[in-house]
């Protein structure tokens, strides 16, 4: 996989071809908007996709394996990079095309410091994080002395916001990659993009993983991605095999707003709290440690897959006997369904009930009781194997195709659906981050017809994916529209957009921008 993000000639380097008469459109509307708002042209545009999550829910923090598609939706952020005078700042001038839900706002910003107040939910503070990470990255390639340039700056966005589908982690990874090209990194590492982008993400108040970024950046067309987190960073691509009856991924909206930036403490900032006390509980009795865990790259600085890798030092069991042996010892050891309080927790791992607040729930604060840590590690532990069997699938399909059935691959789409059911009956049941009308929209899409159904993204809301049959599709579709989307008071648009047949899309990309030809008149 090439490790630089690429510069594109042409829409069609991005775009599939039945998404680019949009997309054309789209883009003129964009660089017409700038050169109307600012006088003159942008001289490129930074884009990164959503992604949707195939498999490998709510495991990147615990840095296992998962495996995301970046979809056709995307966040664009076109740019003019100039010289500001400012001895002690440069300027950013930013709006985006929906400036009536996104006003426009212009910034005097010092060179040694990006401030970012998580505590305001304001849309640019996505521009900023991507902002304070390039620089960052900047400082270190060129010194302390690195004076950026100043930026008029327009966005647009189509990834839903609160849709589950990564509208954060695309405007900060195009955000990023935008500052870096401003300021003549010709050549940008993917890696490097993914990196700054997840530790970036953070500075809005949410404990990222690192699927999202690396779904953005990575990906490419026709091209699921298996990302790993350990040892380091990687990502490659992975090929769903021809089937018959031929498969695809249709994504539905529950239409039920999923901010994690917003539910964070009682939703997804709990789950990596919970995760994280989980990891050193168990490294604790089990491990029979005194001494915490060695960081690592989580959000917190210590992960399950910390403590799976302190409990196999030196591995002679498959990946799978190992995670098949954590989660039974997962249930002998948290015996209790209705959790564990702050002082259970902090005198089993050797720290008084200040010391734990202050390690684990200071950066990101939560709200609770009780910590449901047996939960949470087994979630952790059986989502890492299902992604583990899903691409033991994908890697040998033929042991499971029946070459004389009409039907021949229906057992492999069975199987592969199957896990997908198993996810969301985890989410829902033992991890608790799908919600009632989630759980609808899967139930009715298998009985319509589709292999497996699942939430994707944080859950709490947001949007649902499905393994569904090609010559199924519209079947599910009806069955959507009659017993869930007729029931609700959505518009037009929200009807078009609530239902998505996706194919894997490009991730990340640079679009230099043609300079309009001068058109001299005869005289």
């Not at 299902?386 to 021949?408: C, I, W, Y």
């Not at 199957?418 to 989410?427: A, G, I, K, V, Y």
């Not at 007729?486 to 037009?492: A, E, F, V």
Request: with cysteine.
């Amino acid at each position: 996989m090439d490790r630089i993000v690429p510069v594109a000639e042409s829409l069609k380097d991005i775009y599939t071809s039945d998404a680019l008469y949009t997309q054309e459109f789209r883009w003129d509307q964009l660089l017409k908007s700038f050169k109307a708002l600012y006088k003159n042209p942008a001289d490129f545009v930074a884009r990164s996709p959503g992604r949707v999550n195939i498999i490998g829910e709510h495991i990147d923090y615990s840095l296992y394996p998962v495996l995301p598609m970046a979809i056709t939706a995307d966040a664009l952020i076109a740019v003019a990079a100039f010289d500001d005078e400012s001895d002690n700042s440069f300027k950013i001038k930013i709006a985006n095309v929906h400036s009536e839900k996104f006003p426009s706002h212009e910034f005097d910003i010092p060179y040694d410091s990006v401030e970012i107040d998580s505590k305001v939910h304001e849309w640019t503070n996505y521009f900023k994080c991507g902002l304070r990470g390039a620089l960052e990255l900047l400082r270190k390639k060129h010194g302390n002395d690195f004076k950026p340039k100043s930026m008029e700056i327009l966005m647009d966005g189509t990834v839903p916001t609160g849709g589950g589908l990564s509208s954060s982690a695309a405007f900060v990874s195009a955000s990023a990659l935008a500052v870096m090209y401003a300021n003549g990194e010709e050549k940008v590492d993917k890696t490097e993009l993914t990196e700054l982008a997840i530790v970036s993400e953070r500075a809005v108040g949410v404990n990222a993983g690192g699927m999202d970024q690396s779904a953005s950046v990575f990906s490419l067309r026709g091209s699921a991605l298996f990302v790993s987190f350990q040892p380091t960073l990687t990502a490659r691509p992975v090929h769903f095999p021809k089937t018959s009856p031929e498969l695809t991924f249709v994504i539905a909206q529950s239409f039920v707003a999923a901010d994690k930036h917003v539910t964070g403490p009682v939703c997804y900032n709990l789950r990596v709290v919970e995760c994280s006390l989980a990891a050193a509980y168990l490294h604790a009795v089990v491990n029979k440690a005194t001494s915490p865990l060695p960081s690592d790259s989580a959000p917190l600085g210590l992960s399950l897959r910390g403590f799976h890798n302190a409990y196999f030092p030196n591995p002679t069991k498959t990946f799978e006997e190992q995670l098949s042996e954590l989660i039974d010892i997962t249930k002998s050891t948290f015996t209790k369904e209705e959790g564990y309080t702050r002082e259970e927790i902090a005198s089993t791992i050797n720290l008084t009930v200040e010391q734990l607040n202050e390690r684990f729930t200071s950066t990101f604060p939560v709200r609770a009781t009780h910590f449901k840590l047996r939960q949470r590690a087994l979630h952790v532990f059986s989502e890492a194997l299902r992604v583990l069997q899903f691409m033991k699938l994908l890697e040998s399909p033929t042991l499971h195709f029946d070459p004389g059935s009409e039907d021949s691959t229906a057992t492999f789409n069975g199987l592969l659906g199957d896990l997908m059911n198993e996810t969301q009956e985890s989410c829902s049941k033992i991890y608790e981050c799908s919600c009632p009308e989630l759980d609808e929209l899967c139930n009715i899409a298998r009985k319509a017809g589709s292999y497996g159904s699942r939430l994707t993204g944080a859950g709490w809301g947001g949007c649902s994916v499905h393994l569904v049959p090609a010559d199924k599709v519209e079947v599910v579709k009806a069955a959507w529209e009659k017993e869930y989307y007729s029931k609700r008071d959505l518009n037009d648009e929200q009807r078009e957009a609530a239902v998505v047949v996706s194919k894997p899309g490009s991730g990340s990309a640079i679009f230099i921008v043609q300079p309009e030809p001068v058109v001299f008149e005869m005289g």
